[in-house]
């Protein structure tokens, strides 16, 4: 096998920062810090709005004190991602995917080749596990996930009238006749502006959900008036694939996100389920921290943490790329979580 030089893993990974990652439009729309954490476990902190007033006193008599809003703190050991990749001798017989056929690499270069490719592709994995625990919050209020030998399990201390189910909706369900789907999202901005203390600007759509919405001839005839531009992509921090603007109404700018991921079974999910409208404010706080590396040899907060080595007899190059993150939105009354069906 050709000779593998461990030093060379810090040019590697330097050279992933300039490979465009999967998607991420919900990180990069909602999460406004990255935090290093030197321990196992992280401390969340959820807050809400205070709504209050300063009291009026007269000047000659004192201050009225008043108590600070209380944060809940829930101190959780952080999922702990570790995919990996090994290469065998007889890989590097191989011709990799757009390689010249007539002019094949030396088995040196494909050696390399394929730690890049490997690496790229559990970075990959890794920040879509971010992506999807985002989305779980966004539209269910929790996190919950099972793994080998550990699981995720965490609840928001969100209000109950922020997840609204299609019973409870202006008109009912969303695919029926009395749905008022304008009313509805305008009910969450409410929501949000009186608990969450923020104003609304971003509704997400699953892919029913949008159908039945704009399917309602309310609407239809106000986003008639609108002109949108038909390519409807954002950019944010490279090519968002799937996530479309479609207009708004209100200053809330309507998106929705075909993203998906394989869970744990090999099944494909959809990151937004087809039945659910989020409505959110783009100024909650929502922050991504990363716990600890498990490794005598990152003692240091990082991010992720690249990890090679060879076994002999036989001879097998393994690497694995690792992290503990888990994004988590702060301001919890800052979106609100409607079952349209």
């Known amino acids: 096998m050709a000779e593998v030089n461990p030093g060379e893993t ?4 330097a050279a992933l920062e300039k490979v ?25 902190d959820f807050y809400q709005g205070s709504q209050r007033v300063a009291p009026l006193v007269h000047p000659e008599n004192p201050a009225q004190f008043g108590a600070r809003e209380p944060i809940r703190e829930d101190v959780i050991k952080p999922g702990y991602l570790k995919p990996g990749r090994k290469i065998k001798p007889a890989d590097l017989n191989k011709r990799l995917p757009g390689e010249n056929a007539l002019a094949p690499m030396a088995r040196t270069q494909r050696l390399q080749r394929l730690r890049t ?19 779980q919050q966004l539209t269910s209020g929790a996190i919950a996930v099972s793994g080998y030998g550990m699981d995720v399990a965490v609840t928001l201390p969100l209000l109950a009238s922020h997840n609204i189910a ?36 971003f509704a997400l759509f699953g892919k029913r959900a949008w159908r ?22 954002i950019l944010l921090g490279g090519t968002q694939v799937g996530a479309k603007n479609h207009g708004g109404s209100g200053g809330v700018n309507y998106w929705t996100y075909d993203a998906f991921y394989k869970d ?31 490794s005598l040899s990152q003692l240091t907060p990082a991010t992720q943490y690249l990890r090679e080595w060879t076994e002999n007899n036989p001879e097998v190059f393994y690497s694995s790329l690792e992290s ?17 069906r």
């Open 117 to 135: 490719r490997d690496f790229a592709d559990m970075r990959d994995e890794n920040v879509r596990w971010e992506e999807w625990i985002m989305a």
């Open 166 to 201: 299609a019973g409870s909706l202006v008109g009912g369900a969303w695919n029926t006749a009395t749905a008022n789907g304008l009313l509805d999202i305008e009910e969450a901005g409410f929501l949000v502006n009186r608990d969450g203390e923020l104003p609304v600007d």
């Open 10 to 13: 810090a040019l590697i990974a």
């Open 264 to 294: 744990i079974k090999g099944v494909i999910q959809a990151m937004v389920p087809d039945d659910v409208c989020i409505v959110a404010s783009t100024q909650m706080r929502v922050v991504r921290p990363y716990g600890q590396i498990s």
């Open 20 to 44: 465009p990652m999967t998607p991420t439009f919900l990180l990069n729309t909602f999460a406004s810090e990255t935090i290093l954490a030197d321990a196992e476990k992280i401390t969340m």
């Open 324 to 340: 503990a993150p888990l994004p988590f939105a702060q301001e919890v009354n800052g979106f609100v979580i409607l079952n349209t």
């Open 212 to 233: 039945d919405y704009i399917g309602q001839p309310e609407v239809r005839a106000l986003m008639d008036l609108r002109f949108v531009d038909p390519r409807g992509t």
